[in-house]
Nanobody, 119 residues
Framework: VQLQASGGGLVQAGGSLRLSCAASGRIYNVRDMGWYRQAPGKQRELVAMISAGGKIKDAGSVTGRFTISRDNAKNTVYLQMDSLKPEDTALYYC??????????????WGQGTLVTVSS
């Protein structure tokens, strides 16, 4: 199973970016999908996650600015980031729990995609 992330880039403060992450490979079902980020010198932290049924959990620092969504038919998760701030600058990683058959699942990480917000 591979997670392919895209959509990072450089944006000015107050701008928007949309990240996408598609899961591919031997997939029976995809459970929770989400985004984490890691800023220089800091630990990786949860940004937002969404269950297969659409239940969402996000970090308080992004509530009202970032929106997570998914397309179950495409095994893809999105992160719409609006009103970006310089403190949102980080490597963003997608994550997913993937069932390869009816009984067993593993968690996977995508490659990081860099988001840089200039002031």
């Amino acid at each position: 199973v591979q997670l392919q992330a895209s959509g990072g880039g450089l944006v000015q403060a107050g701008g928007s970016l949309r990240l996408s992450c598609a899961a591919s490979g031997r997939i029976y079902n995809v459970r929770d999908m989400g985004w984490y980020r890691q800023a220089p010198g800091k630990q990786r932290e949860l940004v937002a996650m969404i269950s297969a049924g659409g239940k969402i959990k996000d970090a308080g620092s992004v509530t009202g600015r970032f929106t997570i969504s998914r397309d179950n038919a495409k095994n893809t998760v999105y992160l719409q980031m609006d009103s970006l701030k310089p403190e949102d600058t980080a490597l963003y990683y997608c994550h997913a729990y993937v069932y390869s058959d009816m009984w067993s699942y593993s968690d996977y990480w995508g490659q990081g995609t860099l988001v840089t917000v200039s002031s």
